[in-house]
């Protein structure tokens, strides 16, 4: 593991955008960083340089490689780290504060995790590492306009890259938006349908189309990725955890899991995991 890490003054309480952390590493394959909803209190911007690594996030596994971005994010439980036992190379800011947060959500960036074909804003990386490893005392007045830079990239990049979710029509964008914000009750077909004004048939057709799965299959997913963070993080019981997801039993819902995420709840819990093994999604979900 080799690092170059570039050390901040503390900031002050009331600094609109902090800098905390920022350097380049070259990740061995022990590597793995893990927040829970009080330890994140910056995001973490990395640009990979070289190689591939999982990133977990409430919405879902990622699999970032060279040449991409991802995002994580304040307040939230999430983990990012080497696979298949490989290095791999990152340039990456730890950075917030308040205007760092109104950045970030004045372009449409909180709920996206991964930006794809990147490769034009290394240059951006390496401009403000150069910054700030000049002069690090400085960092609280070249902060916001390098971050703020950084920021309008990525959304530059997103609206380029985004023809796929432009695509989507209203419907689909508004059921995925009503499953998103009810997965953990019970929620039917008949009732997903109603919410767009469409037959269940239309329904289906329409979100499948725009997200490349049935209703259902997203339902099940958001319920796992959920499942997944209450096992890490909480003490409920399997039967609770599956009880407040809305699942039909604990029994069903340990067998959806296991087909899921290819161990059982209880060996998720207990640390065992198949992030190696498992493959790339081919269509994300990082966009709203």
Known sequence: MQEDIIYFPLPDVDEPVKMFLAGESECDES?????????????????????????????????????????????????YGSVDGKTWHMKWFNVGGKLMEEFIKCYGLDNVWLFHKCSELEKMFDHALDIFRKNPFDASRRAASEMLALVMALADSMMRQGEEHKACSPEGKKLKKF????????????EMASHIYRSRAQAVRIFKRDWGVTPYSYLIKMRIESA?????????????????????????????????????????????????????????????
């Open 31 to 79: 590597y793995k960083i893990w927040r829970n909803v009080n330890t994140s209190r910056f995001f973490t911007i990395i640009y990979v340089v070289r190689g591939s690594c999982y990133l977990e996030t409430p919405v879902g596994m990622f699999y970032p490689s060279a040449g991409e971005v991802f995002i994580t994010h304040v307040r939230t439980i999430h983990e």
């Open 179 to 190: 499953i998103d914000e009810n997965f953990s009750r019970p929620v039917t077909l008949d």
């Open 228 to 288: 997944k963070i209450f096992l890490r993080n909480t003490t409920r019981s399997i039967k609770e955890i599956s009880a407040g997801l809305s699942f039909e039993s604990e029994f069903y819902f340990s067998k959806m899991f296991k087909s899921k995420v290819g161990v059982s709840p209880l060996k998720y819990r207990h640390g065992e995991s198949v992030y190696p093994h498992r493959k790339r999604p081919q269509k994300p979900f990082e966009v709203d």
